[in-house]
């Protein structure tokens, strides 16, 4: 959970490096929380608790588009560990071939020592 509340704190921090855990444990915590709000608001569906379907969907949705700054900083910080610029974050916009190609970049190992965006996090 730490790592999850590092990235929050780097809100809109597109500079410097991210080490692999701190992406992949926002990541994954990200995806708890999706998945849990998305349980939660079917679960409110089916026992009637939102009968006309006027909310459905409301805090995922609220959730969602408030953690778009942080999960493109956070992409962008472990793209830079990888000595890689932060554009490549558009791949994500692309067919799903090129998805792959992100998903290997942001799971490969970091540039040892000190690189054009800061040094190495892991030290």
Not at 10 to 31: C, H, I, Q, S
Not at 84 to 91: F, V
Request: a neutral charge; charged letters at 15%; hydrophobic letters at 45%.
């Amino acid at each position: 959970m730490s790592w999850y509340l590092q990235a929050l704190k780097k809100y809109a921090d597109f500079g410097g490096r991210a080490r692999r855990k701190e992406y992949w444990m926002f990541f994954l915590v990200n995806t708890i929380i999706c998945i849990a709000l998305v349980v939660i608001e079917n679960a409110a569906d089916v026992v009637g608790i939102l009968p006309s379907h006027e909310l459905y969907g409301l805090p995922s949705a609220l959730y969602y588009f408030s953690i778009i700054i942080p999960q493109f900083a956070v992409a962008t910080r472990r793209l830079h560990d990888t000595d890689r610029s932060g554009w490549y974050n558009l791949l994500w916009f692309v067919p799903a071939p090129l998805n792959l190609v992100l998903l290997y970049f942001m799971s490969e190992d970091s540039t040892p020592g000190a690189n054009r965006f800061g040094e190495n996090p892991k030290v």
